[in-house]
Nanobody
Framework: QAQLVESGGGLVQAGGSLRLSCAAS???????IGWFRQAPGKEREFVAV???????YYADSVRGRFTISRDNAKNTVYLQMNNLKPEDTAVYYC????????????????????WGKGTQVTVSS
């Protein structure tokens, strides 16, 4: 059964770093895997994605601070988050889809095939 499991969230001070992991089971090679986040009272927003063809896309708000990478041997995607800010506080969700279209993969209303249950990231000021 296909499944995504996130880990690595936690509480960190502003300026600190965290690394989130998304472990995939049941599939991995020909799917694009990315991250969205949702803060309380706000809509879910795109963070980053790495397609299975090798393209990488970032939200403007995180470009230069966050890095997404994938380890095909471990069926895992990582989100390295540096210089964290209080506005990065949210539940971070991993998602996967066979699309490689940027327009699809950055759209919070696109019907992604798979979602994880999320991991909380809290950045204190």
């Amino acid at each position: 059964q296909a499944q995504l499991v996130e880990s690595g969230g936690g509480l960190v001070q502003a300026g600190g770093s965290l690394r989130l992991s998304c472990a995939a089971s049941g599939f991995f090679r020909f799917v694009s895997i990315g991250w969205f986040r949702q803060a309380p009272g706000k809509e879910r927003e795109f963070v980053a994605v790495k397609t299975w063809t090798g393209s990488t896309y970032y939200a403007d708000s995180v470009r230069g601070r966050f890095t997404i990478s994938r380890d095909n041997a471990k069926n895992t995607v990582y989100l390295q988050m540096n210089n964290l800010k209080p506005e990065d506080t949210a539940v971070y969700y991993c998602n996967a889809d066979r699309s490689v279209s940027q327009r699809d993969l950055v759209n919070p209303r696109y019907d992604m095939e798979y979602w994880g249950k999320g991991t909380q990231v809290t950045v204190s000021s």
